[in-house]
């Protein structure tokens, strides 16, 4: 079982709607990451959270600690949203430990207008 | 600073021929990262330096692949030998180590997308 798993795999949403995906993980954390990637494999960060909610434009993030899972929000889709959003977490930090990121498969949202 | 670069941005080669790729990172991160990412899978970590030193290696990192960051900015990765299986998306992320405190700043380069045929 992958320490970082995202729900759903494929999302279709028609524009306006509102997207809620989805990131659980294992592991103790010290930072979690959403992360968005086009085609052509540029991947530029959303969020970083170690705890609480983040609001940008119209993306808001939220992490519950306890319970080990985090939400990636969007408002009022757009086509232009369309893209692969990843989760990644940085896990507890341990004597010797690096800061790698472990990384969910992605979810890969298209929005139709 | 234009972010982290990575060059080239394609690669294509024949199998069995050595490749470099480049990251240059933001110029005030102390810390690099390599991951790997092929088709329809997140990316997964291959190695990082903190300044000049190679501070960890994934046991994806086979000995035909090596790493240097040799005045603690611009980093290379080789490949030596190449296989089909090394096909995938390289991509290069730094990030900023304040002592003893978080994390700060991760940033990702474009990648260097290599097709080995």
């Keep these: 079982k992958n320490e970082v798993e995202q729900s759903p795999q494929n999302l279709t949403a028609q524009e306006g709607e509102f997207i809620t995906i989805n990131c659980s993980y294992s592991v103790g954390i010290s930072a979690l990451h959403w992360l968005q990637q086009h085609p052509g494999g540029g991947i530029v960060s959303l969020f970083m959270l170690s705890s609480g909610k983040k609001k940008h434009g119209r993306l808001i ?24 959003y990843i989760c990644a977490v940085r896990k507890s930090r341990y004597p010797g430990g690096s800061e790698k990121l472990v990384f969910g498969k992605g979810t890969k949202l298209t929005v139709n207008p | ?50 300044n000049e030193a190679q501070l960890e290696k994934s046991r994806l990192l086979s000995d035909r692949f090596s790493a240097e960051r040799p005045k603690g900015s611009f980093s290379t990765l080789e490949i030596q030998r190449t296989e089909q299986g090394d096909s995938a998306m390289y991509l290069c992320a730094s990030s900023f180590l304040f002592s003893g405190s978080k994390n700060y700043g991760y940033t990702f380069g474009s990648g260097t997308r290599l097709t080995v045929v």
């Design chain 2, 1 to 50: 600073d234009t972010g982290v670069s990575q060059d080239p941005r394609h690669k294509i080669t024949k199998r069995g021929q050595n490749v470099t790729f480049r990251c240059d990172p933001i110029s005030e991160h102390n810390r690099l990262y390599w991951y790997r990412q092929t088709l329809g899978q997140g990316p997964e970590f291959l190695t990082y330096f903190q």
């Design chain 1, 61 to 84: 993030a939220t992490i519950n600690i306890q319970e080990k899972h985090s939400s990636l929000h969007i408002t009022a889709s757009h086509p232009r949203d369309s893209a692969v």
